[in-house]
């Protein structure tokens, strides 16, 4: 009998189990919906918010009375369907409160993903918190495998690759399609012994990963083979969870899964065990949201895919609620919560990512790409340094903003009432210490004026309360605007030409004044979006997803290959969602191929067209996203996706435009209005506003802003450039976009300083995107060695993005230097190429683009913006351009004072390649670059870079005025200058009369002196390094630049950045010594440089090859480094005991052990191998580095050799080198009575974290070494 036989209603059931909130929504065929909104927590009067939320719905459906002590019954429904997101796992990530469970990895790698990749969210900080790892224990298994042949081989011969493969039995074809070869075969009697071992010590769960299990996964199959004969219960393999490169970031997920599993398992029982049948019933649906956007049956929803369970319901509301097949508008979603704010975009179909960092954890699985930024309802206001600053910390629920009555700070939620933008009389009587007063306006007018009067103090300016609420509230809304802006400028999209979908508790107090400053023109606001989240659960579609890697060129004879795998892939999620209850007939597949061009890393995850043309697809999104092609350069596959969606929406969709279009409008008036609140509108000052109910407004109602329209749940504020018109189930609002009035350029508004501010940051870190995303190299794709920054009219720096703190200073000098030169001989289309050290370089690899940015007659240059990027490769006499030998620049490759790469318009082809190639194989025993194509593809990313950053100033001065932006960019500089005198009259005052004093020596005996002189009145500063050592006949001479970047990295009050070359880490050392800041750190960057070809010097034939560096701890991946390059990774490991004792030890350094496959030069070029890092305060040294080169003798023996700091070899197939980074020293003496201080491992406990694809770039750049 089909469901619609049987007697009594359907009902659906809609829930998002949020932090604070619980919100469920009930619909039933024929009848209106049911909401019902109740505290998650509230164990006085339930168990479980879902089932006392799905308890009241039942009982508003059927009119019955459900007993709270007896399981529920859905008896009286012939068919039931219950969808639910959940912030379990979210919460049980954030508060650490997983399963224990132990890590089973290769060999050699049992600290791999506690080393991570190294990312510092505050890299300026000198007390890092290193996220903690969520497993318990780790055993190293005994099995290696690498992959074949390497990526950048210059010569390569798959013919012979094809015919080993059938003669070598230790070779095999992984999955996709690259031939790998076993190393060693899995020890299956040790590890079944440790599996027997973990169990024995209570160990249920295990993740396991192995390298290269991505495309080889037969050990890790083997190993969950023996641990379900043990009996282990949950056991999470990388190679089924995302069968994806990168072993780090797949290990981790791994770990995330089997530490969430169990978690979701059980709170599924419990959630089940509140009905009487369990949900089995086979009239009953439960399901649950993954990250992704898609719904799971319970018996297959996992920790891993659960983590933005919550959220993910919202975009699926909002594309679902919003968004117009017909019209085809992009829309923005801004979900304005009380921490944070989640902002994503939907054009017709789901983005998502598959990687990013959640609580400290790289998670490897689909994800909706919702970015959050730290700016809530609760966000803390502070003034700090002469700016209004918002967040990122949050007041949260307890004490909560100041007028929860609770001793709170001011928050974004303080703001808004004071100006009356909340409504106390219409908010339900909770605060207070016994929860049963109202929201508190006279706490929150208190502290608006003490704040403005201290305000007023500090700047001499006479300003209001109500504008400096107001500023707060402004620059809160640049914070929520710059996401928006990198989700959609950054990507090649106009944001002007979105429509803004704007749901959550706070998003309608905001909504007008976020439009108007991104010149959007339409807001859509839900009859429901202040549950948004539990309406897209009831939205949703039930989904499954197949993936496998792929290998090799997108071409007619490979797509055979390819259709044949989807097929497959197909019949895999039908057959899935054939077990769930979802008929063939009712799948639809969207198949995805990850594609790249070959010598790039810019992956695209593209949909399949209508036309089928996978290649035409993936180069028009790569033209769009990047602004540039590869004509004729082969596209290679890397992935094959299939998502089957099952569609079985509970609830049908419903966009307003059709209805806006067809809609008669009636104005309404004083007449309608409910009630009226005095409102502090930007502009015009205290109005009185109009209030209306939204319940008592009509479709076709049209309001005139300013006006609130408030409900239950929300207040929507209406300002005085816009309008509000009232749909069936939705309100539009209308916003002109208003030109920011900036005229008076006499007195700084601290406000529009805070404003700019962020404004001049956003530029710099967009132009840092479009240099990451639009260049192919390792060096600047992945590792993100490079620095983007907005310079005044004569070459001072205004801005940069966070990159390489080595950059900060130096660049100014390179602009400078530019500048003085060429004079008024500049033109509009000109672009300038320098990296010399006399000419503000660092050294000769890092090369810098300069751009002037014009006026509007293209008269004046009214800035400069520069890129600069680390070249792997630009010649000289050994491959990777960082010999340790060198004694004469020449040596390390091209090198130019400064010309222009582009003059008006025009790249000269001609110039660059006598740059790169002719130049610096003209001196002797020096060859020009060995990547020659990569380096001119880079050098056309760093122009598209300062293109982007021009384009984005320009609009600046459109907005405001060229007079106002400057007169601000200097307000910047001068707030930046008083910040640090401040800081230095305090250290003076502190020592006064006294210098500042500090030594260290680099390993050749090099003394760098440095001596501070300090006028405690005016903060000013001498920086004296008399004394330091000659010029040394070597390639560590610093210029005058770099010393100028380690006093800033020193001193700067707030940024983001990494090391560079080796010299300016002593010299930051040296620094932070003089000021007893710190200890020092390894004071070493470990460059290890390899690679092959160049111009040989006996014959002078040129000799294809590549070059490759990197520097230690950062790296690459070693499933990305062996697939790339002709090397194993033998061993990654933490150096164990090296860093220096001490009340506070020093941080340990690493192990890096590289195997060479075949004969290649190296270079070794590092510091610390023979000075030890010293301690402070009684602390002790660190460990001095070691490298080592294990050399085969002729009797096939090992030699194992100690290199020192700096070496050059030629190294032979099966050789390796041992790099033993240097540890950090210690602080404070250690006393009988005192235990040292182990630096703990920060648990991101915090209830705001970052995510998205934004975050993930800004983490990205943060790994940067």
């Known amino acids: 009998m089909s469901p619609d036989e049987l007697d009594g209603p359907r009902i659906r059931i809609a829930i998002d189990r949020g932090g604070t909130f619980t919100d469920c929504l009930g619909i039933i065929d024929g ?725 700019f501010g962020h404004r001049f940051m956003s530029v710099a870190d967009q132009m840092s995107r479009m240099f990451q995303k639009t260049s192919v190299s390792t060096n600047i794709k992945e590792r993100l060695d490079f620095s983007c920054a907005v310079f005044s009219p004569d070459g001072k720096l205004v801005a940069n993005a966070p990159n390489v703190p080595v950059h900060l200073g130096s660049m100014e000098y390179a602009v400078r230097y530019q500048h003085e030169q060429y004079g008024g001989n500049l033109k509009p289309g000109d672009h300038i190429l320098t990296n010399h050290p006399l000419a503000g370089g660092t050294h000769l690899p890092d090369i810098t683009i300069i751009t002037p940015v014009w006026d509007e007659k293209g008269q004046n240059v009214i800035f400069y913006v520069a890129s600069r990027g680390h070249h792997a490769e630009i010649g000289g006499i050994a491959p990777g351009s960082m010999p340790s030998n060198s004694k004469m620049l020449y040596e390390e490759g091209a090198m130019t004072m400064g010309f222009k790469v582009v003059s008006e318009g025009h790249f000269d082809e001609e110039l660059v390649r006598k740059f790169l190639y002719d130049d610096p194989a003209s001196y002797p025993a020096c060859s020009g670059t060995r990547t020659y194509n990569d380096n001119v593809s880079d050098l056309k990313a760093a122009i598209a870079a300062n293109h982007k950053g021009a384009t984005l100033l320009e609009g600046l001065v459109a907005e405001n005025s060229l007079e106002a932006v400057h007169f601000y960019m200097d307000a910047i500089k001068r707030n930046a200058e008083v910040a640090v005198r401040e800081l230095l009259k305090s250290i003076g005052r502190k020592n006064p009369g006294q210098a500042l004093r500090f030594s260290d020596f680099m390993d050749d005996g090099t003394e760098i002196t440095l001596e501070i002189r300090i006028d405690p009145e005016t903060g000013s500063a001498d920086f004296d390094f008399t004394g330091t050592g000659r010029e040394t006949f070597n390639c560590l001479n610093a210029p005058k630049a770099i010393a100028h970047s380690a006093i800033i990295y020193v001193l700067r009050y707030a940024a983001v950045c990494a090391g560079n070359p080796i010299t300016s880490q002593r010299i930051t050392d040296v620094v932070l010594g003089a000021f007893g800041a710190c200890a020092a750190s390894q004071g070493c960057c470990n460059i290890i440089s390899f690679g092959m070809g160049g111009v040989d010097p006996n014959t002078g034939v040129e000799i294809p090859g590549f070059g490759v560096g990197e520097t230690i701890c950062g790296g690459s991946d070693a499933e990305v480094y062996e697939l790339r390059y002709p090397v194993i990774l033998r061993q990654f490991s933490i150096r164990a005991g090296s860093g220096g004792e001490g009340r506070f030890r020093g941080g340990d350094g690493v192990i890096r052990e590289l195997e060479f496959r075949m004969p290649l030069s190296v270079s070794m070029l590092s510091e610390r191998r023979v000075y030890r890092p010293y301690g402070l305060a009684g602390g002790g040294f660190g460990q001095a580095g070691l490298n080592l080169y294990v050399k085969k003798e002729r009797d096939g023996t090992d030699r194992v050799i100690n290199i020192g700091g700096k070496m050059e070899l030629e190294v032979q197939p099966g050789e390796r080198i041992l790099i033993h980074t240097p540890g950090g020293g210690g602080w404070g003496a250690v006393s009988a009575d005192i235990e040292p201080n182990i630096p703990k491992q920060s648990g991101n406990h915090s209830t705001f974290q970052p995510r998205g694809s934004v975050h993930a770039f800004t983490a990205m750049a943060e790994t940067a070494q």
């Not at 190993?223 to 004969?229: F, G, H, L, P, Q």
């Not at 649950?288 to 018996?299: H, K, P, R, T, Y």
């Not at 806006?660 to 205290?686: E, L, P, R």
Request: with cysteine; aromatic share 6%.
């Open 31 to 755: 009848r209106e919906e049911i909401v019902v909104k109740l505290l998650s927590q509230d164990p006085a009067n339930y168990a479980d918010a879902p089932i006392e939320g799905i308890r009241r719905i039942l009982e508003q459906a059927t009119g019955k009375q459900f007993s709270r002590d007896q399981p529920l019954t859905t008896a009286d429904f012939s068919e039931v369907s219950i969808r639910m997101g959940t912030t379990v796992a979210t919460n049980a990530l954030l508060e650490r409160k997983g399963e224990r469970h132990a890590l089973l990895i290769t060999k050699g790698f049992k600290d791999a993903l506690r080393i991570g990749n190294q990312s510092r969210p505050q890299l300026f900080a000198l007390n890092i918190q290193r996220p903690d790892v969520l497993y318990e224990d780790v055993v190293e298994v005994d099995e290696r495998v690498t992959i074949e042949d390497y990526q950048q081989n210059p010569t390569p011969d798959r013919e012979s690759l094809q015919n080993s493969l059938k003669a070598d039995a230790k070779l095999t074809r992984g999955v996709s399609g690259e031939v790998v070869r076993i190393l060693e075969p899995l020890d299956e009697s040790s590890t079944r012994a440790s599996l027997q071992g973990l169990y024995e010590r209570g160990y249920r769960t295990i993740a396991v990963c192995l390298v290269h299990s991505y495309t080889f996964q037969e050990h890790e199959l083997a190993i969950e083979k023996m641990a379900k004969d043990i009996g282990f219960t949950q056991i999470s393999l990388s190679s089924q969870l995302l069968p994806m490169i990168k072993m780090t970031s797949r290990g981790a997920s791994a770990t995330a899964d089997a530490y969430l599993t169990p978690v979701i398992q059980r709170y599924i029982e419990g959630f089940r065990s509140g009905f009487k049948d369990g949900l089995r019933s086979s009239d009953t649906r439960c399901e649950f949201m993954q990250s992704d956007g898609g719904l799971a049956n319970f018996e297959k929803f996992t920790g891993l895919r659960a983590i933005l369970s919550g959220p993910a319901g919202g975009v699926v509301g909002y594309a679902g609620t919003s968004y117009d097949e017909n019209d085809r508008k992009p829309v923005i979603g801004f979900d304005m919560g009380g921490t944070s704010t989640d902002v994503s975009r939907y054009d017709g179909k789901l983005e998502h990512t598959f990687e990013n960092t959640i609580s400290g954890v790289p998670v490897m699985a689909p994800q909706l790409d919702i970015n959050t930024v730290a700016a809530g309802g609760g966000s803390i206001l502070f003034w700090r340094h002469g700016l209004f600053v918002v967040g990122p910390e949050s007041a949260g629920a307890h004490p909560g903003p100041a007028c929860y009555r609770k001793g709170g700070p001011l928050t974004v939620t303080d703001a808004n009432l004071f100006l009356g933008r909340l409504l106390p009389d219409y908010f339900p009587k909770i605060f207070g210490p016994h929860e049963d007063e109202a929201l508190d306006v006279e706490v929150t007018s208190r502290k608006f004026t003490e704040l403005a009067d201290q305000i007023n103090q500090e700047t001499g300016q006479n300003k209001s309360p109500e504008e400096i609420a107001l500023g707060f509230i402004q620059v809160a809304n640049e914070s929520m605007a710059k996401p928006i802006r990198a989700l959609t400028e950054a990507r090649g999209y106009d944001t002007s030409a979105h429509n803004l979908a704007c749901f959550g508790g706070a998003g309608g107090q905001h909504a007008c004044a976020i439009a108007s400053s991104l010149s959007i023109g339409t807001v859509i606001i839900h009859q429901y979006s202040s549950i948004l989240s539990a309406y897209g659960m009831a939205l949703a579609d039930v989904v499954q997803e197949a993936q496998e890697p792929a290998s090799g060129v997108l071409d007619e004879k490979a797509m055979n290959n390819i259709t044949a795998r989807i097929a497959a892939l197909k019949s895999k999620v039908t057959a899935a969602l054939g077990s769930d209850g979802i008929g063939a007939a009712h799948v639809e597949h969207e198949v995805y191929l990850n594609l790249r061009y070959q010598g790039t890393d810019n992956l695209l995850m593209v949909l399949e067209p209508d036309d089928g043309d996978f290649a035409a697809e993936f180069i028009k999104q790569h033209k769009r996203e990047f602004s540039f092609t590869f004509p004729g350069r082969n596209i290679l596959v890397e992935d094959i996706r299939v998502r089957g969606v099952g569609k079985a929406t509970s609830a049908t969709p419903e966009a307003p435009q059709k209805e806006m279009k067809s809609m008669t409008v009636t104005s309404i008036g004083a007449d309608k209005q409910n009630d009226s609140s005095s409102v502090y509108f930007a502009g015009v000052g205290q109005v009185t506003t109009p209030v209306f109910f939204l319940n008592n407004l009509k479709p076709g109602d049209f309001i005139q802003g300013p006006a609130m329209i408030i409900d239950k749940t929300q207040t929507i504020v209406v300002e005085p450039n816009a309008t509000a018109t009232i749909l069936s189930r939705h309100v539009i609002l209308n916003v002109k976009s208003s030109k920011n009035q900036t005229d008076d350029t006499t007195v700084v508004d601290p406000i529009k300083l805070s404003i």
